[in-house]
């Protein structure tokens, strides 16, 4: 952007986050470029004790994103920011957008495709040591084959590197068992394609962290009628990751 279209640009979000003031994100248009602005959390109730600092959080994300783009790493632009806001470029449609919405008339093949992109994406930044504390499937966007990480969580410095890359794993896959729009064969076939892709090592972990916890998966069972999304979830992860701990012994 030219110096002009800068101050032009940089007034109009100004002008924009006055209006949307404690508005946690939004979208405008600037010469055919989509973009999002976000702010600090405004919370209330119960989430003031469980997300005691929003201010920080939302500090500590801008600069995980800032960074990440210097090194590289698939991340969404930060073009602007200030001391309340910052503004990021637009990375496409989320995961979820792409699996769940039935407009868009995707095939199962294709949908599976749009995921291994994703998984593909996701070993290559474990690969690089970088993890992302949540990449659910509604974190991550696509676009024409190119995958963005969104919505980083801040680490806390207590847990090791492998650690979070095993969270990370178990945490998309979780969110890949929590859809309604993918039958268990979409979600066997997904997992062997992590697989194939994931660090050796760091494969072995999930499934050794998997097998350990899977009294769970028999606690869990007696309560399936009843079940809600995401224990059902949780019970979809075990069924199809236990059996993989069974092999490999
Ligand atoms: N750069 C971006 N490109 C495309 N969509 C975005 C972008 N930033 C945010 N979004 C959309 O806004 C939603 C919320 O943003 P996110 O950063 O996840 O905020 P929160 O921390 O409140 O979850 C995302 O799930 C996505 O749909
Ligand atoms: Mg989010």
Known sequence: MTTKKQAVFSRLVNELVQKNQGKRIFSFDFENQTYWVKQPEKLTGVWKILKPHPKQSFREELHILKNLYERGAPVPQVILSGEDFFVLKDVGPTLNHWIENAGLNLTPAEKNQILVDAIKALTSLHKKGVTHGRPAIRDIAWR????????????????????????????????????????????????????????????????????????????????????????????????????????NK
Not at 175 to 186: A, D, I
Not at 221 to 227: D, G, I, T, W
């Open 144 to 247: 024409q084959g190119k995958v963005t990480f969104m919505d980083f969580e801040s680490h806390s410095r207590s847990l090791n590197l492998q650690w979070h890359k095993i969270r990370d794993v178990l945490v998309f896959i979780h969110s890949l068992c929590r859809s309604k729009h993918l039958s268990g064969e979409q979600i066997q076939y997904l997992i062997n394609k992590y697989e194939e892709y994931c660090e050796s090592d760091l494969w072995q972990d999930v499934l050794n962290l998997v097998a350990k916890f899977r009294f769970l998966y028999y606690i869990l069972l007696v309560f399936k009628p009843v079940a809600r999304m995401d224990l059902i979830a949780i019970y979809r992860l075990f069924q199809y990751l236990l059996p993989l701990t069974e092999e």
